[in-house]
Structures are given as C-alpha cells and as structure tokens.
C-alpha cells in the first residue's frame, strides 16, 4: 500500500510561482512512475505532467513552458514547479502513482493517489 502526501498549494498572483510537493512512503520502492494531476469545480480531472522511466516527460499542452516535474535521484519526492501562473489553472492538484514504467497523463494508469492540495490564483 501506497500514501502520497502533497504540500506546498496556496493562494498566488498572476504571473506568480509555487512548488508543489508530493511525499510517498509505504510501498514506494515500487513505484515507477508518478505524475501530477488537477481538477476544478465542475471540470473533469486533467493530466498536468508525468515522470517515468524512460525519456519522454509528457505535459498537459496548456502548462507546457510553464511547469516542471522532477522526482530528484528516482526517490520518493515528487515536485511540480509552477511559474507565471495564470487565471486558468486554479485547481486542486493531485499526485499519483504506479508500478507501470512509462509517464502517462492518463489518469486511469495510476492506482494510487494522494488527497489533492489546493492552488488559487488572483488577479
């Protein structure tokens, strides 16, 4: 069994940053891949950006430039880095996690996900 915790949501400016956390424990050592997901009021939830391991990092078209995913030395970390944040992406963002090899933002690859932490943006 595996827990994902997430840290590091707030309130920003447009145009500001945040970093979010993602801390897993229990069963990590299996993981393979992890990724970020978000979900707005009323909106479906929607792939942000994956890590696996190979060489493809997918990210959601509308975050491309803009966000970073890591997960420093293949560990039990996952960070999202969210510069110059706009109107649109206000969302609870969530981290997820899988014992598949590849990044995926598809939301059914993964079987393990975490509380969600929230990310508001004003203007």
């Known amino acids: 069994h595996v827990q994902l915790v997430e840290s590091g949501g707030g309130s920003v400016q447009t145009g500001g940053s945040l970093t979010l956390s993602c801390a897993a424990s229990g069963e990590s050592f299996y993981l393979q891949r992890m990724g970020w997901f978000r979900q707005a009021p009323g909106k479906d939830r929607e792939g942000v950006a994956s890590?696996?391991?190979?060489?493809?990092?997918p990210y959601a078209d509308s975050v491309k430039g803009r966000f970073t995913i890591s997960r420093p030395n293949n560990g039990t970390t996952l960070y999202l880095q969210m510069n110059n944040l706009r109107p649109e992406d206000p969302a609870t963002y969530y981290c997820?996690?899988?014992?598949?090899?590849?990044?995926?933002?598809?939301?059914?690859?993964?079987?393990?996900w975490g509380q969600g932490t929230p990310v508001a943006v004003s203007s």
């Open positions: 890590i696996g391991q190979g060489s493809t990092t």
């Open positions: 997820a996690a899988d014992t598949g090899l590849f990044a995926t933002i598809l939301a059914s690859a993964y079987d393990s």
